[in-house]
C-alpha cells in the first residue's frame, strides 16, 4: 500500500524563522543588513544588492523545498525558455545561467535532500541503479575529452544534460495521486501548445518567402520534433483509452495539433517512427484498437488535407508533392541523399569507434564524414546515429547501461500497461511510454535522443509516466 507522505524536504532552514519573532533579533538582523548595504555602495553599488539577492534566493529556496510540487510544475512551464529558445551557441547569456541553475541546482539540492537529510530510498527499481551509476562513472570521461581537446565548457554542457533525465526521480515521488498528475501534465500541455503554435507560426511566415521550396525540400534542421511526435503518441492513446467521452474529444484534439507540428516538420524519420510505435504498442496490448486508430489517421489525413488546401491554395499542389516525395525516397535506400549522408557519416563513425571502443573519446569532441550532399569533408560533434553517438562519445561500458536503462524500462511499461486495464489513466501513462520508447529505437538511428534538450526531457517525462503509473496502481490497490 502507498502511504500517504509529506512530499515537503525536511531542511533545518525551512523552519528558521519563528511564527513569533524576537523583537532583538529582528533589530540586529536589520542593522546587519543595513551595514552590508552600505558597504555595497561604498565599494560597487552592484553589490548593494547581493545582499538582498542572496536573501530573496535563500527564501526561494526555502519555499520550493516546502512545496516541491510549485517547484516542478514551474520548471515543466519555465520549459518553453529551456526547450524552444536553447541552442548550442558558444556564448551562454544571462537566462542560460539562470536556467541551468534552477534546473541542475535544484535537482542537486533535492537529491541531497532526500538522500542524505532524510534518507528517504529514490530508487525502485534495479534500472534504477543502473542509470545513476552510469552517469556517476561517466565523470570520468572528462579526462578523456581534454586530452581529445575538447574545451571543458563544452564537455560540462553536454554532461549536464544526462542529468536532465534523472528529473524523473522527483516528479514521480511527488506526483502521486491523480489530480496532482493531471495539474503536471496541464503544464506540459499548456507548453507544448505555446512552443508548437510558433513552430507553426514559423513555418507559416516562411511559406511567403522565395526560397520556402528550397528550405522545406533540402532542410535537415528540426524544431523540437521529438516531443511533438511523443505528445502526438501520447494523446492518440488518450483518445483511444480514456474513460468519458469529453476527456477522448480533448486529447484527440490536442493529438491533431501536436500531429499538425510533426507533419509540417517535413521529418519523415519522425512521421514513420511514430506511426511505427503506435502499431507495435496497440498490437502487443490490444490488437482490436488497431481498427479504430486506422479509422482516426484516415479522418486526420482528410482534414489535414482540406486545411492545407484551405490555408494554402496556390502552394497545396506543391506541399503535397513535397510530402509525397519525402514518404517514397524513404523506400530507395542510399538512393535518397539524405539517407547516403547518414550512410557515410556512420560508416566514418564506426572505424573511429575501433579506436575509441571501450572509453569513448569524450563529450563534446567532433568526429569527420563526407556530406554527399555538400560533396565535401567536413568535422561535427553531432551524430544522427544515437546507439553509436553514445558509445563514441561515453565508451562501451556507458553504452551497455544506458540502453539496458532503455530496454528494462520499455519492457516494463508493456507489463504494467498490459495489467492496468481496470484504471485507464495508468492504463495510458504506461502504454505511453512504453510506445513512446518503441518509438525512439527506430528514432534513434537517424536523429539521435540522446544530444539535446528535448530528447533528454522525452526520456525523462516517459520514465516519469511510468512512475506516476505505479503510483496510481499502488494507490488503487491499497484502498480496494
Not at 503536471?184 to 520556402?212: D, E, P, Q, R, W
Request: with cysteine; glycine share 8%; proline share 2%.
Amino acid at each position: 500500500m502507498l502511504a500517504q507522505i509529506n512530499t515537503s524536504l525536511s531542511f533545518p532552514f525551512t523552519h528558521a524563522l519563528p511564527i513569533r519573532s524576537d523583537a532583538r533579533t529582528i533589530v540586529l538582523a536589520s542593522a546587519c543588513a543595513a551595514v552590508l548595504v552600505a558597504i555595497g555602495l561604498l565599494v560597487n553599488p552592484f553589490l548593494a544588492a547581493a545582499p538582498l539577492a542572496l536573501g530573496a534566493g535563500g527564501l526561494l529556496v526555502a519555499f520550493f523545498v516546502r512545496y516541491p510540487r510549485v517547484w516542478l510544475c514551474l520548471g515543466a512551464l519555465l520549459n518553453y525558455w529551456w526547450i524552444s529558445q536553447g541552442g548550442g551557441d558558444e556564448e551562454i547569456t544571462l537566462k542560460e545561467y539562470a536556467l541551468v541553475l534552477f534546473y541542475f541546482g535544484g535537482l542537486a539540492i533535492w537529491f541531497f535532500g532526500m538522500c542524505v537529510i532524510q534518507r528517504r530510498r529514490v530508487v525502485r527499481h534495479w534500472a534504477d541503479r543502473i542509470l545513476l551509476l552510469a552517469i556517476a562513472v561517466s565523470l570520468t570521461n572528462f579526462g578523456l575529452a581534454l586530452l581529445n581537446g575538447t574545451p571543458v565548457l563544452t564537455w560540462v554542457r553536454e554532461w549536464l544534460l544526462f542529468w536532465m533525465m534523472l528529473y524523473y526521480f522527483p516528479w514521480r515521488e511527488h506526483f502521486t495521486e491523480k489530480r496532482q498528475i493531471q495539474a503536471l501534465l496541464a503544464c506540459h500541455a499548456v507548453v507544448f501548445l505555446a512552443i508548437g503554435g510558433l513552430n507553426l507560426y514559423n513555418y507559416l511566415k516562411a511559406s511567403t518567402n522565395i526560397i520556402y521550396a528550397y528550405q522545406i525540400w533540402a532542410s535537415r534542421k528540426t524544431l523540437n520534433t521529438h516531443i511533438f511526435m511523443s505528445a502526438t503518441i501520447w494523446t492518440v492513446l488518450g483518445s483511444l483509452y480514456a474513460a468519458k467521452r469529453k476527456s477522448q474529444v480533448l486529447v484527440l484534439l490536442l493529438a491533431g495539433f501536436y500531429g499538425v507540428v510533426v507533419v509540417a516538420s517535413f521529418s519523415r524519420g519522425f512521421w514513420l517512427s511514430g506511426t511505427l510505435a503506435l502499431v507495435v504498442a496497440l498490437a502487443v496490448l490490444n490488437p482490436k484498437k488497431l481498427v479504430l486508430f486506422s479509422v482516426y489517421a484516415i479522418i486526420a489525413a482528410l482534414c489535414f488535407t482540406f486545411m492545407v488546401q484551405l490555408i494554402f491554395p496556390d502552394k497545396a499542389a506543391f506541399i503535397f508533392s513535397v510530402l509525397k516525395a519525402r514518404l517514397v525516397s524513404s523506400s530507395r535506400g542510399t538512393g535518397d541523399v539524405s539517407l547516403l549522408a547518414r550512410y557515410y557519416e556512420t560508416l566514418s563513425i564506426l572505424n573511429q569507434l575501433q579506436v575509441y571502443f571501450l572509453g569513448g573519446n569524450g563529450l563534446g569532441s567532433s568526429f569527420y564524414a563526407y556530406d554527399p550532399i555538400q560533396k565535401h569533408f567536413f568535422t561535427a560533434t553531432f551524430i544522427h546515429n544515437g546507439y553509436i553517438f553514445v558509445w563514441l562519445k561515453l565508451g562501451f561500458f556507458f553504452f551497455v547501461c544506458f540502453y539496458s536503462f532503455w530496454l528494462a524500462t520499455m519492457v516494463r511499461a508493456y507489463r504494467l500497461a498490459r495489467s492496468a486495464a481496470h484504471l485507464p489513466m495508468a492504463k495510458i501513462l504506461a502504454a505511453g511510454c512504453a510506445a513512446c520508447f518503441t518509438g525512439y529505437l527506430f528514432l534513434n538511428i537517424t536523429s539521435s535522443m540522446a544530444e539535446g534538450r528535448d530528447g533528454f526531457y522525452c526520456l525523462s517525462m516517459c520514465c516519469a509516466a511510468l512512475g506516476f503509473a505505479e503510483n496510481l496502481l499502488e494507490k488503487k490497490d491499497g484502498i480496494s
